[in-house]
């Protein structure tokens, strides 16, 4: 099969996939972006991006892919839909196949991101789409005016409890330590909003039903003590797994996220990685989008370098 030539292919149309698309077709690389699923990735949750700066008042996260994702197009990225089966590289190129096509490329972005951790509990599997959910924006209108549990304490599940409390008849916040780990501002408001109850120190053990969620088994950390909690719903926000499966042989950290240099440059040459599939310490859009652009800069100048041109 022969391939379809790029200078600059991305993998992952998520906010780091798209401004990287934006920021390499911008600077004349031709550059081709390849998702399995629609654009946007984990910002399409997001109900009211409020803390990008400069877009203010907030937007909900499909309309700010979408306007992502009508700007690299207008600078002359290509974006096409289809699952990646492999990536290779022979010589100077990466391979990139795909059900119907080949591509190949001299830079390479890994952009695919993460999904989200299961708790890994009875009745998790059993009632997922009955009950079980990771996506507030989601599944949020099946609750409104139910009982629902969200369990984390990160940004991701204030944000989503926050969001719930606008539809559900109660929302109850568990979360394993004694404090929540979101941003300050997005902690307090949760802690403020007289709907959400937050119960510190507890653990879901058990997810419990007939044809749909019932109640969950909550256990007490600190004593051991188990309590069954009525519930229609359960939101789990337990933190993410990044999509790896592509290229498994580059170094990763203990969570299984890509480690890269600062210039978000990977081990092997011409191969960037950015996103919430990278090894970091803060997860948010802006640092997805600055991760992209830094990604893409970098790879006009690998292109530029093995092809002996003058870099701009």
């Not at 699952?83 to 096509?101: C, E």
């Not at 909003?193 to 600190?222: H, M, W």
Request: hydrophobic residues 40%.
């Amino acid at each position: 099969m022969e391939s379809t030539r790029y200078d600059f292919i991305i993998i992952g149309a998520g906010v780091a996939g798209l401004t990287a698309a934006q920021y390499g077709a911008r600077s004349n690389l031709k550059t081709l972006v390849l998702e399995n699923v629609s654009s946007g990735g984990q910002a399409l949750n997001i109900m009211h991006l409020e803390n990008y700066p400069g877009l203010y008042p907030g937007i909900p996260g499909s309309e700010f892919i979408g306007k992502m994702e009508a700007q690299a197009k207008d600078f002359g990225a290509v974006m096409q839909k289809t699952q990646v089966l492999s990536v290779d590289k022979v010589g100077p190129l990466f391979t990139v196949k795909t059900a119907d096509q080949t591509f190949s490329s001299e830079a390479l972005l890994l952009a695919t991101g993460a999904y989200p951790r299961k708790l890994g509990i009875p009745g998790e599997d059993t009632f997922a789409g009955r009950g079980v959910s990771y996506c507030a924006t989601c599944d949020g209108p099946f609750f409104r005016n139910k009982r629902v549990v969200v369990v984390g304490g990160g940004d991701s599940a204030c944000d989503e409890a926050t969001y719930l409390s606008t539809l559900a008849a109660e929302v109850t916040l568990v979360h394993r330590r004694a404090q929540l780990r979101a941003q300050k501002a997005v902690a307090e408001r949760v802690l403020r909003n007289p709907k959400i109850t937050v119960r510190f120190n507890t653990v879901v053990k058990e997810i419990r039903g007939t044809q749909a969620v019932e109640s969950l088994l909550l256990e007490d950390t600190g004593t051991g003590l188990t309590s069954e909690a009525a519930a229609d719903g359960v939101f789990i926000f337990a933190g993410s797994v990044p999509r790896t499966e592509l290229v498994p042989v580059l170094p990763h950290d203990d969570g299984g996220f890509i480690l890269t240099d600062d210039r978000m440059a990977t081990p092997i040459p011409g191969l960037f990685c950015a996103g919430d599939v990278r090894s970091k310490q803060f997860r948010q859009v802006v640092t997805a989008a600055a991760e992209g652009a830094l990604a893409a800069h970098s790879a006009e100048k690998y292109v530029r370098d093995a092809r002996s041109e003058a870099y701009r």
